[in-house]
């Protein structure tokens, strides 16, 4: 949802601002894949919210195996061409939540990197040898440090200005989960174009 919201407002800035997307791969961080039932939950509270982000629900009988190959992915498509890999990483999340394509197998991630006008030889060389996987675990590491050394309220996504200051998943609903149920979900801050300015808001103090 954030990427999409980023996305439809990035062109207004792209003189002297970059975004550096980094790695929160919740399965390292909660030792285990992807749960099924968290993103069954999760997928309509994004698309009753965003209308640039669609979801349906999984059509597959086996859940995603791992997400890490898609970060590993990402980060050889950046080495290519960053504006390029900005598409690419929409279409990963696109694959995903709503076309129901395997994210986790090599061969989707280089048709979604031809599809994005990357070439897809050096991106399932990288994937299959895992050569961005030390980076993207690194990126794990930094964010559990300043969550817990420095009190940071880490969620996915959480957006970093240069000045330091952070956004924790801006203008998302509120919602609480006990024993993986949600269980509490509270009305958005802003909707519609009201998001959309606070997300330009953000960038004109990330550019400041």
């Not at 290519?80 to 061969?107: M, N, P, T």
């Not at 979604?112 to 006008?117: F, K, P, R, T, V």
């Not at 994937?127 to 961005?132: A, F, I, N, P």
Request: net charge negative.
């Amino acid at each position: 949802m954030a990427a999409a919201r980023l996305d439809a407002v990035l062109p207004e800035f792209r003189e002297g601002l970059s975004v550096r997307w980094r790695a929160f791969p919740l399965e390292i961080i909660n030792d285990r894949p992807a749960s099924r039932s968290i993103v069954d939950q999760e997928w309509p509270l994004i698309a009753v919210q965003e209308p640039r982000s669609p979801c349906r629900a999984w059509p597959h009988g086996e859940f995603v195996r791992t997400t890490m190959m898609a970060y590993d992915a990402y980060l050889s498509a950046n080495g290519q061409d960053s504006e390029r890999a900005r598409v690419y990483d929409l279409k990963i999340r696109r694959a995903f939540f709503y076309e129901g394509r395997r994210i986790d197998e090599a061969g989707v991630l280089c048709a979604l990197a031809e599809e994005s006008g990357l070439d897809p030889a050096p991106i399932r060389a990288d994937v299959e040898g895992e050569r961005y996987r030390e980076e993207t675990l690194a990126d794990c590491r930094e964010a559990l440090r300043r969550r817990d050394d420095e009190g940071l309220p880490m969620t996915s996504p959480t957006m970093f200005l240069p000045s330091g200051e952070a956004f924790f998943n801006p203008f998302a609903s509120e919602k609480r989960f006990e024993s993986g149920k949600l269980v509490e979900v509270h009305p958005p801050s802003r909707y519609g174009e009201a998001v959309l300015e606070g997300y330009r808001d953000i960038l004109r103090k990330a550019a400041a």
